[in-house]
């Protein structure tokens, strides 16, 4: 087994000082949404890491998640995390250097105890033949990736939850890696999802920086998200929460209530049932969120999103229009005036059936 | 990025505006008093908070400026800043391209990244000593 | 099945069915009721002062002279649970949003403040009244199971509303989901048992008024 450096001896062969060190520790905290005061923790911990191999498969997605980290805003950060870890296999990232890319895959998966990432679901109808890779199917793929990894991160509600591609009639089978796990389809590991669509850059970092920095999985709640980023839902963060609280309601894109940035609830904003880190992690370098843009949250990091009805429909309305209600009312009115006629009947029946008692009658 | 200032855009905040701020502004009362008490430093991260629009301005606003101002260059730059309240500080951290990677208040008699780390220290003391000794080149 | 898509089920298929049961059982019983008729009362009618179909209405709508004395807890109770429904019901805007969404027809909200507010004395007059009613020997031997089924499902949305407003116990989007159950529940039993009396309460006691006026008696 080679002996991979630790981060503190890579960072030192870099010429990278203490202080920068501490820097970069008291920037990871906050990435991992620790207390300030965890940084010395961080440091102490990553000085004993070793860079452990990752292998990041890409199935059923848009590459919407790739884009997201490869896009993010804090490079210092994010490239030292991923000078951390020894990134082996990342096929989209490496499309050029096709069989060499697969022959990387299959060597990392020799030594075990890597991380792997997953985006994108995974098609099971047909034998999983709706996405393949070099000629070997998505399930295929995972079922051998999983077999000797420490752990799994579902990247992106499609890896997470089946995202858009499950979405109703769902033509592919698609499934999340936990539902596959689950059926007993691919090999039970500890998974974290970090769904998503896609997941906060800071977020994916900040999972894979938890889990490297300590070596364990953090805190999940019971969709195996973990509870640092989406501890909390959109609503109970959102700046204008208060606006809410006071009744007070944009009605349209473009009405007062909207150019005053009141609350977008009746617009058809997930945001109560929604947890995620985007109120207060936000978005492009810290500059907005989807609500301080004027648009209300999609619940994206949901499972079923796409078909939990309009997005412009309020959480409180019907997602799906009410087909029954003809239907019901009629079949209702039809029934009660039947039952009026058997009720009349009735009536008449013991009416005309009613006999006249005579003092005869009762002396008997 | 730097566009943004040259859109109008009118934020209106909400109708409990400051809130947010008026709450770490009492929570650097009790880290001060804390820091005179005990010597217990203490640290806000900026970026875990749900600010308003605009109430980073008022906060930044509110503490003002004191008298001593750091420019750390490591792994880009960060830019420690003394409020008007003195042991409380305002410390970013800047990547290499000059975007915000982290923001604090700090309460402390000197924030700990000012100071020359112990290893380093050590590292310089033995760098120092080889090239007296003549062993350097 | 998880939270979000117990949540999607109760806000598609299941409100439709629910709703469904319930335009069909109320529009059902409604034309049965209604459809029944009575014999012709042949006698001239009598008239007194205070003796029609309205003045029953609005009499029987107040307590019977001593009545308030006899059982504070039915009447005071009585009222408060109901009004408070009323403003739970009708003034919360989510509510609100929903009935524009089926019916088009929307107005002002009060603030969440104030429906707590009135959440908590419609959950606290609902529990007295059951107490009361246990505890009263007479009441006691009235009740059925009809009575504590039917207080059951009308206390569960409030309390499950209120718990999911409040993030109590359990996760919002899982209360919310069973608060929206809850509300079918009661949308289905509704048409089926005595909570059939928000529709023809008004009705049966003019019909009553209306009857025993005719005889000259004022009820």
Known sequence: ?364 | MSGLEGIPIHIQTAPHAGANAQAILAELETALQALLDTGKEHSIDLRSLPLLPGELDYLQHTLGTGEVRVEIDALGKSDVRETAYRGVWWVAHYNTLDEVMAEFIEVSFCPDIVRAQRDDVRESLDALSARLAGNEE | MNEVELLNWVRGPGLNIAIGIFLLGTIWRLFEIYSLGRKKDLSAPRHTAGASGWNTIARRSLAPPGMLKRSPISYIGGYVFHVGLAIVVFLFAPHIELIENLFGLSWPALPSQVVDLATVVTLAAMVLVLVDRINKPVKRYLSTVEDYFTWAVTFLPVLTGYMAVKHLLLPYTTMLALHILSVEILLVVLPFTKLFHVFTLFMSRWYNGQANAHKGVPV
């Open chain 1, 1 to 364: 087994m080679s002996r991979r450096p630790t981060v503190a001896e890579q960072l030192a062969r870099q010429g990278v000082s203490r202080r920068a060190f501490l820097k970069f520790c008291a920037a990871a905290a906050s990435l991992m949404a620790l207390p300030p005061s965890m940084a010395p923790a961080i440091a102490e911990a990553l000085g004993k890491l070793r860079r452990p191999s990752v292998i990041w498969l890409s199935f059923q997605e848009c590459t919407g998640c790739t884009e997201s980290l490869t896009r993010s805003h804090t490079p210092t950060v994010e490239s030292l995390i991923f000078d951390m870890i020894s990134l082996d296999y990342h096929h989209t990232l490496q499309a050029a250097a096709g069989t060499a890319a697969e022959q990387a895959r299959e060597d990392a998966m020799k030594e075990a105890g890597y991380l792997v990432l997953v985006d994108g679901s995974i098609p099971t109808r047909d034998g999983g033949i709706y996405s393949t890779i070099a000629g070997v199917t998505n399930l295929q793929m995972l079922k051998d990736a999983l077999a000797n990894a420490a752990a799994v991160v579902s990247i992106g509600t499609c890896a997470a939850y089946g995202g858009i591609p499950k979405a109703d009639p769902n033509p592919t089978g698609a499934k999340s890696v936990q539902a596959l796990m689950d059926e007993g389809l691919v090999p039970r590991k500890p998974v974290i999802n970090v769904p998503g669509c896609p997941p906060i850059p800071t977020v994916i970092t900040g999972v894979l920086a938890h889990y490297l920095t300590f070596g364990e999985i953090p805190e999940l709640d019971s969709l195996g998200r973990p509870t640092m980023f989406y501890g909390d839902s959109i609503h109970d963060r959102c700046y204008r929460r208060p606006f809410y609280d006071q009744g007070m309601f944009a009605k349209t894109f473009d009405d007062e209530g909207a150019r005053k940035g009141w609350c977008l609830f009746e617009l058809g904003c997930k945001g109560p049932t929604t947890h995620n880190a985007c109120a207060t992690t936000k978005w492009n370098n810290g500059t907005s969120f989807p609500i301080e843009s004027g648009h209300g949250c999609i619940g994206c990091s949901e499972p079923d999103f796409w078909d939990a009805g309009s997005f412009y429909t309020a959480l409180s309305a019907p997602a799906d229009p009410l087909t029954l209600a003809t239907s019901a009312t009629v079949a209702g009115a039809a029934i009660g005036v039947g039952m009026s006629f058997v009720n009349r009947a009735k009536k008449g029946a013991a009416k005309s059936g009613h006999e006249t008692a005579t003092l005869k009658d009762l002396e008997k």
